[in-house]
């Protein structure tokens, strides 16, 4: 049985925290005097209405009138996400600074979802506010619409579990403290402090405020939207550079790690990690192989090669899509190379897209044991993470993720072929839109002109963005005829 009641008040609850938020972003064009103040307080006021009729029709809801399932959770997830980019984008098409509602979805898509495709041609002519806006709606989106609110929640009398389930990233979801609210604001907690530390070394690098409160804002998002139209580098800074590498790779992290670092100073505890071993692992390998070829095959001397190596395996890995020059330009080699990084994704349970590193490792750790299989038919070979075995249910779990992961980026890749899109750019498109990278590889360069995409190709993209974001399956699912059947 689906509880719509409940559904309705959550997602009222949701729609009132977004309005309540844009409200605030109203500030920032009053204080610059500029003219997107308008834009900010019509889609407040249309999302609180929108959020108060639906509060209306959940008003019957009580705390027992049963308990709140798993198939409720998945949808108050799936519908938040697309409700808050519709609201989200009234903004950018109140203000008519992007005057198409599909260009102003797919935008908005992109900053909720970290995945940092944009449609502007000139990103650096938007007004200070829709750049904060923009800006907001990755870090918000960073650990998830619904996370944010698994503190309020509660209070309604709903199942945090369920939403945090459906929402959770990654194939395990560990947990800090018995109740998933308080976990959450832990969680929180470190995220701020990440994007503050992050913002105030920027601003020693030498970045304005404002540049500098919007660039954290995306790097602790690993979401990669920039203030600027050539991203860090029109800052043409080593510093700026090595200060975003840092903290995106920090970003990439489980934040339960970080939790235990930061506030328990449990350092063993991320040493031992053994997701976290594979993330440096496919760091260090990938960042000496681009590194070692852009010193043989460019002017680059061996700063220069590692430095831009490091930058930009950094921002592929972790999704973030940051870059300080286009590598489009380097050889075909690294094209391949950066195009394998892009599958890959950094730790679950961090703000990152793409498969992770988690997933990675169980999947070739259960391919070796197949192999050895052969050779010993009777030996039982458990795969392993922490000192755990990994449960069977879990492995087959990861196994179907990897396989609906590849066939949505090939059927991705002959959609944009059959609108009329290059062969290598249509495959670029697809895995960029499915692991939130935001970066591509084409003929065009690593970012490609979104805007000149068919309108059936920014919807089509946008569906691949939320399927991606959210784990594949809490989408799927929901689109699935057995889903809503009454048993």
């Known amino acids: 049985m689906i509880h719509f009641r409940i559904i309705h008040r959550i997602l009222g609850v949701l729609l009132l925290i977004e309005s309540g938020i844009m409200m605030a972003c109203a500030l920032i064009p009053l204080f610059y005097g500029e003219d997107d103040l308008f834009g900010f307080i019509m889609a407040s006021l249309m999302s609180a209405c929108c959020g108060m009729a639906l509060l209306l029709l959940g008003k019957s809801a009580r705390k027992n009138e049963g308990a709140m399932t798993r198939r409720d959770g998945y949808i108050v997830v799936a519908v938040s996400w697309v409700l808050f980019s519709v609201f989200g984008s009234l903004p950018y098409f109140i203000s008519k600074y992007i005057p198409n509602f599909t260009d102003a979805f797919f935008e908005t898509m992109s900053g909720f979802t970290t995945t940092g495709a944009t449609i502007l041609d000139d990103i650096e002519a938007m007004p200070h506010g829709l750049l904060f806006w923009r800006s907001l709606t990755q870090w918000i989106g960073g650990l998830g619409i619904v996370f944010f609110t698994v503190a309020v929640l509660p209070i309604f009398g709903v199942g945090e579990v369920q939403l945090f389930a459906a929402e959770a990233i990654g194939p395990t979801h560990g947990k800090l403290h018995p109740r998933i609210s308080v976990s959450g604001r832990w969680i929180i907690t470190v995220y701020i402090l990440i994007t503050v530390l992050c913002a105030i070394c920027l601003r020693f690098c030498g970045m304005g405020i404002f540049d500098s409160i919007n660039h954290a804002l995306c790097t602790a998002a690993t979401g990669g939207f920039s203030t600027k139209n050539a991203s860090i580098a029109y800052f043409n800074s080593h510093a700026v550079e090595y200060v975003i590498t840092f903290f995106m790779f920090l970003s990439g992290i489980n934040y339960g790690l970080l939790f235990f670092v930061v506030f328990q100073g449990k ?137 609906f992961f590849f066939a949505l980026v090939f059927a991705g890749w002959f959609f944009y072929l059959a609108i009329g899109i290059d062969i290598a750019e249509a495959y670029g498109i697809s895995l960029s839109c499915l692991s939130n990278i935001g970066l591509t590889i084409g003929y065009h360069g690593c970012n490609i002109p979104w805007d000149d995409m068919p309108t059936i190709g920014k919807w089509f993209s946008t569906f691949l963005m939320l399927v991606g974001r959210l784990e594949v399956f809490s989408v799927l699912l929901v689109l699935t005829p057995s889903f809503w059947k009454r048993r």
Request: with cysteine.
């Open 267 to 403: 350092i063993h505890k991320l040493i031992e990690d053994t997701q976290f071993k594979w993330y440096l692992l496919f760091l260090g390998i990938f960042t000496l192989i681009v590194g070692v070829s852009l010193f043989i095959s460019t002017p680059y001397n061996g700063a220069e090669s590692l430095r831009n190596a490091l930058f930009h395996v950094t921002a592929i890995i972790t999704t973030t899509g940051f870059t300080s020059t286009d590598y489009t330009l380097w050889p075909p080699f690294i094209w391949m190379i950066l195009g394998l990084c892009m599958y890959l994704g950094a730790c679950a349970g961090s703000t990152t897209g793409g498969m992770k590193s988690i997933r990675i490792a169980i999947l070739l750790k259960s391919m070796r044991n197949e192999f050895n299989r052969i050779l010993h038919p009777n030996a039982i070979l458990p795969v392993r993470a922490n000192g755990k075995v990994i449960p069977t249910s879990t492995r087959q779990s990861v196994l179907t993720f990897s396989i």
